[in-house]
């Protein structure tokens, strides 16, 4: 059996990833994909845990994140699309109106 | 000999997989002679006639073209993607296969007491429609790394139909689940055995005929066949998303329909159908009147074998002559061989499973001889507009009928 | 090494490998198809923790669906190569390896504290060894979080309706 330990640590390191993903990438597409890496680390956690424990409700969370993370990638998609007709552009440092 | 006694399932499941392949393989390879067979006859032709005995080793000489043309790489194209995309389709068209039971029956073999089946899972139906969900892959990327505007444009396409046409499928599925209470297949056949009034089966397509309905039209909109194939139909759109393919990549992306089909088929037996039983009451008992269908899978056999020997010794070509007459006696041992009592048993599942999988093939070769094409925008109309809601019905009704029985 | 070992480490080297590719990649369909394989990786390592359901419904929904419509998404914006920009000397030599160091510390502090304890020793409470099955999951969802369910089924609603109204084009 493998201790619950390592699920936890490759789940840290594969959220790690992401920030450092989410922090450098200059496509916005890129970075809302990196968004997705963190919640999938996190449901690596969550399932690790109900393991674990030997309860459910670890499971039917990873159920609830999958399904909101699918509406948000939708809506998330779609404002991208609008950003990238306005501004012509892909790269977030051109989405700078609000900037101070 | 020591790796087979240490680790006995392996090999066990090793040995199912590469017969599997073999068997798929070599149902591809004849599944195209039989469509264009049985398209020609509809046309009023005769199809593949000259290569081998009644075209039947066109399948060969088409596969030796496809490995002895020229293969063009474009220089612009994505090169991981662009080679990624046929294997892609064509490795996920084919692991759905390892999913599909074909008969009850437990063979022993090397020790292991096996099952017909390469993988028993308690949620084969779910992994079932989650592996072919990625295919989708292999349509969009194809048309994508390409890089030219026409396979863009088809792969796009092809790809929004089948996620569109793909919602449609797993709801239309939904009503079997309500009916059946579990996600194993064995659990959902073992659920259509027994027959109302003696002498209906009581298969999921009789209650579920909307179900029925919806799940044929979403499957051939899935695997991107006539009435559904405007992506790449041969005249329309250059070629689609595979327009850029050539030699033995596009073979792969042939034989992935194909193998895609024949999966869909497969499903739609054990789900609908009634999987391997058989539409006679049950002949288990020593004293039923319905023993003698124990004997069906032989003298079927025995009998397209004489038809085979006749029909080869009346034909006009040399080599139909002389090949058919073999085939026949070759079906007549293997008739004989399923009268054995040790083979008799096992045989029946897959006799009845494979009889009704060939008739949705030729149901899928038939709607291709017979009709029209969709215009794109009347086929994406038609699959949100119509075939969704019409499961969602389906799927009420049956959730309806259900919790009434449950509580009455 | 048992074969749930070899099986644990090689989807976590899959997983970690197909994170590193979206971080690399120069293209966004790269990015995409390595996000695709960590998804796959993960589900495996669901199917190797037992959850077979949850192990398809992320194959089906997130791999299957949801980078589908990235993918979609990227082919329609024709989002172009991403310029490389190199980390500056502080990063790369200083920031880089005290990153590595933390994790490495990190990761050893918990192998060593609850590496290989069960939750019992550990102070946590563990009910009956219960099998994720399709019926107990699903009983779980419709009984005692049936409200989340009918909540997450309007937020699909809200979120089709907004995608729909913000990807149409202006009258």
């Known amino acids: 059996m493998v201790p619950i330990s390592y699920y936890v640590i490759l789940s840290a390191v594969l959220f790690g990833l992401g920030v450092i993903a989410f922090v450098f990438k200059r496509n916005v597409i890129t970075i809302f994909m990196s968004i997705e890496l963190m919640l999938n680390a996190v449901n690596l956690a969550f399932v690790a845990f109900s393991r674990e424990f030997n309860q459910l409700d670890g499971l039917v969370f990873v159920f609830f994140v999958i399904v909101v993370a699918a509406a948000e990638a939708a809506v998330g998609l779609a404002i991208i699309m609008v950003i990238a007709r306005n501004r012509k552009s892909l790269n977030v440092e051109d989405v700078n109106l609000l900037k101070f | 000999m020591d790796f087979v006694t240490q680790h006995p399932v392996l090999v066990v499941s090793l040995i199912k997989i590469v017969i599997a392949l073999f068997v798929v393989m070599t149902a591809l390879a004849y599944l195209t002679w039989f469509e264009r067979k049985v398209v020609a006859r509809i046309q009023s032709r005769w199809g593949p006639y000259w290569v081998g005995p009644h075209g039947l080793l066109q399948p060969l000489a088409d596969g030796i073209k496809f490995l002895f043309k020229e293969d063009v790489v474009p220089p612009a194209s994505d090169k991981v993607t662009y080679l990624l995309a046929p294997f892609l389709a064509l490795s996920l068209a084919l692991t759905t296969l390892a999913l599909i039971p074909i008969g009850p029956a437990t063979i022993k073999f090397l020790g292991q007491s096996t099952q017909l089946v390469i993988s028993h899972s308690s949620v084969a139906l779910i992994l079932l429609f989650a592996i072919s969900s990625i295919g989708v892959y292999g349509v969009a990327l194809a048309g994508w790394s390409s890089n030219s505007k026409y396979p863009l444009l088809g792969g796009l396409r092809s790809s929004a139909q089948m996620i569109s046409y793909e919602v449609s499928l797993t709801l239309s599925v939904v009503g079997v689940l309500l009916l059946a209470g579990s996600l194993d297949f064995y659990d959902i056949v073992g659920g259509q055995s027994g027959h109302w009034g003696h002498f209906l089966p009581k298969w999921h397509v009789f209650p579920q005929f909307l179900g029925f309905i919806c799940y044929l039209t979403a499957a051939i909109a899935e695997t991107n066949r006539v009435p559904f194939d405007l992506p790449e139909a041969e005249t329309e759109l250059v070629a689609g998303f595979h327009t850029e393919y050539s030699s033995f990549k596009f073979a792969m992306f042939f034989m992935a329909e194909y193998a895609n089909m024949i999966t869909v088929s497969c499903l739609a037996t054990l789900l609908f159908l009634g999987g391997w039983l058989s539409p006679f009451p049950s002949a288990l008992t020593p004293d039923s009147p319905w023993r003698w269908q124990l004997y069906l899978p032989a003298a079927g056999l025995i009998i397209g074998g004489i038809a085979l020997i006749i029909g080869g010794l009346r034909s006009v070509q040399w080599n139909a002559k002389a090949v058919f007459p073999i085939l026949g006696i070759i079906c007549i041992g293997v008739g004989y061989l399923c009268t054995w009592s040790a083979v008799m048993p096992v045989i029946q599942g897959p006799f009845w499973f494979l009889g009704k999988v060939f008739l949705l093939l030729f149901f899928y070769v038939w709607a291709r001889g017979t009709l029209p094409r969709f215009r794109y925008d009347q086929l994406m109309a038609f699959g949100w507009k119509f075939l969704l809601p019409l499961s969602l019905i389906n799927l009420v009704a049956t959730g309806l009928v259900v919790v009434l029985r449950l509580h009455s | 090494m048992s074969v749930a070992m070899l099986v644990f480490f090689a989807c976590g080297i899959v997983a970690v490998l197909g994170a590193i590719g979206l971080i690399l990649a120069r293209e966004p369909v790269h990015s995409a198809l390595s996000l695709v394989l960590v998804m796959v990786a993960l589900a495996v390592l669901y199917l190797l923790l037992g959850a077979a359901f949850i192990a398809a419904i992320q194959i089906l929904v997130y791999a299957g669906a949801i980078m589908v ?81 009918e909540l997450t089924s309007i937020l699909i609603l809200i979120a089709i309706l907004g995608a729909l109204v913000l990807a149409k084009k202006d009258i």
């Open chain 3, 69 to 149: 419509l990235f993918i979609f998404v990227i082919m329609l914006l024709n989002a172009g190569v991403e310029v490389r920009t190199n980390l500056s000397r502080l990063a790369r030599w200083v920031g880089v390896p005290l990153a590595i160091l933390f994790l490495v510390e990190m990761a050893y502090a918990m192998v060593r504290e609850y590496g290989t304890r069960t939750a019992l020793a550990a102070g946590g409470s563990v009910a009956a060894p219960v099998t994720a099955s399709t019926r107990a999951l699903s009983m779980e969802i419709f009984t005692k979080f049936v409200l989340p369910f």
